[in-house]
């Protein structure tokens, strides 16, 4: 008779012996596996970690709320990943400065890696040598271009024509489509300079609408970053974000091919052949290795991010400051007395006049410091083991700097709830020293690329803009200084100005 037994038995064996084996190598990976001495934090769901608490939420203040409970080192869980998230200035200090170099990574996410050209951006892309030379070139470009009176043309230009629209409305009107304008004409007035005089133009459709389009859909981030298996067929709001990118980087594509068509190294026309400029003398001087992995993506992915990052976070701190001139008409006629002395009413500024307006410059400063429209700022990564605030943080942790918790931070400002531009000024009336733990721009390695413009430029918009406007909120409009609540961003919600013309 056939023996079925001996038959199986060798098969049994080695069913048994694997098993043994993983069951060993399970126990042996717990033993040996490395401790670390991590931060508290909230609990989270299986999978989803704490996104079901933040959803819908304004991040940052969900994020400053927790941080009373865990501390000014905290962990969280992001879906499948973990995060630590940085909440009082000693920490991020040393995150960002003492410990810079291990800090200076990005997340690989999904969104942010396809959205980027594969990761071929500044403000995204994994550090290392590469990043090095991508961001020495866009910087080289950018003090290029900004030397002389490059800013002070492109921003005069744009108030005289945002400001000439606005006194054209009658009664009370939404003046965010023509911040939008004024910010958006700055920026393409610097990077191909082109400036656009409504707000039916083919740029301003572009460059804005586009723009304004793509926000709304990223506004909440992409399930696809939490949840790995949709990657596969990603949903309907992240493929409507990918076309809308591309049809602001088609459009950037055209500009640098008519660029490089037509660039001339004795006629720098804008910051684009600034760029394109910077690239030839570093092809000539730097690693040729490295150079050739600097594509024209790179350059593409250069101006994407000024432009993008330029336009939604200064029209947004810009309609802030109007809202905050509307709410404290005191305030107001403070800045008006100084601008009155230093700006002429055909709005011809100069970022010389900068040293000049610094109860101006205040208000801009207390208007970042309570209403940074990116709170969190983008998030770090650890290329390292690392620690901080006397936690481990293990190499490829995601790091979230919450710059509203260091804005709010009651040891280190006075009346913190209080709009007080005051603050930033010295006894003689002066800008002071920066505070410590004022950071809307970020610090370290990855300090915000766009801040040598943003500053000057929403500093002399608001200045001229007050030269020739009183402005008053219309009647019945809630006196509301909070936010939209938007899980990234930091917006106002909408409101309406009344405008009366002072010259």
């Not at 230009?157 to 009107?173: D, H, P, V, W, Y």
């Not at 500009?255 to 690239?279: C, M, P, S, V, Y």
């Not at 190499?395 to 260091?406: E, P, Q, R, S």
């Not at 030269?467 to 917006?491: H, I, W, Y």
Request: charged letters at 25%.
């Amino acid at each position: 008779m056939f023996d079925c037994s001996a038959q199986l038995r060798p098969q049994s064996v080695v069913t048994k012996a694997l098993l043994f084996g993983s069951v060993f190598g399970v126990i042996a990976y717990k033993i040996f596996k490395k401790r670390y001495n991590l931060p508290p934090g909230p609990k989270g769901w299986p999978l989803i970690g704490n996104l079901l608490d933040i959803r819908g939420s304004q991040l940052s203040r969900k994020l400053r709320d927790w941080s009373k409970t865990y501390g000014p080192v905290m962990r969280i869980q992001l879906g499948t990943l973990p995060a630590i998230v940085l909440s009082r200035i000693d920490v991020v200090t040393e995150a960002l400065i003492t410990r810079q170099a291990d800090f200076a990574g990005r997340p690989h996410t999904f969104a942010a890696y396809t959205l980027s050209g594969e990761g071929k951006d500044i403000a995204q892309a994994s550090y290392g040598p590469r990043w090095k030379l991508h961001r020495k070139i866009a910087s080289k470009a950018l003090r290029h271009y900004l030397m002389g009176d490059n800013l002070s043309r492109k921003v005069s230009q744009s108030l005289k024509i945002t400001t000439n629209l606005m006194r054209m409305e009658q009664g009370a009107f939404d003046p965010f489509p023509y911040l939008s304008l004024a910010i958006s004409n700055m920026m393409t007035g610097m990077l191909f300079n082109k400036i656009s005089a409504d707000l039916n133009s083919e740029y301003y459709r572009t460059y804005v609408v586009t723009l304004d389009a793509f926000m709304e859909e990223a506004g909440e981030g992409f399930l696809e970053d939490s949840i790995p298996p949709l990657r596969l067929c990603p949903t309907p709001k992240f493929r409507r974000a990918v076309r809308l990118n591309n049809k602001i980087l088609d459009g950037i594509r055209e500009e640098i091919a008519a660029h490089r068509n037509t660039f001339r190294k004795d006629e720098i026309r804008d910051f684009t052949d600034a760029l394109i400029q910077a690239q030839q003398e570093a092809e000539e001087r730097d690693d040729s290795v490295l150079m050739s992995q600097i594509a024209n993506t790179h350059m593409v992915m250069t101006i994407f991010d000024l432009l993008a990052a330029g336009i939604d976070t200064s029209r947004n701190t810009l309609h802030w400051c109007l809202l905050a001139m509307a709410l404290h008409p005191d305030i107001q006629n403070k800045v008006q007395e100084e601008v009155d002395s230093v700006i002429d009413p055909d709005l011809n500024v100069h970022v010389s006049d900068r040293e000049n307006l610094p109860y101006t410059d205040a208000v801009v400063h207390e208007v970042l410091r309570m209403r940074a429209v990116v709170p969190i700022g983008a998030p770090h990564s650890t290329l390292c083991d690392t620690t901080v605030g006397g936690y481990d943080v293990p190499k490829g942790t995601m790091v979230i700097i919450n710059h509203d918790a260091l804005h709010f931070d009651p040891d280190q400002w006075e009346d913190v709830d209080m709009f007080k531009p005051e603050r930033f000024l010295d006894s003689d009336g002066k800008m002071g020293p920066k505070p410590e733990s004022w950071l809307p721009f970020s610090a370290g390695r990855r300090v915000c690329l766009g801040e040598t413009v943003a500053k000057p430029e929403i500093h002399l918009f608001l200045a001229g803009i007050l030269r020739v406007f009183t402005m008053s909120l219309a009647p019945g409009t809630p006196t509301d200084f909070e936010p939209q609540s938007k899980m990234f961003a930091n917006c106002p919600k909408k409101y309406k100005l009344v405008m009366k013309w002072r010259v």
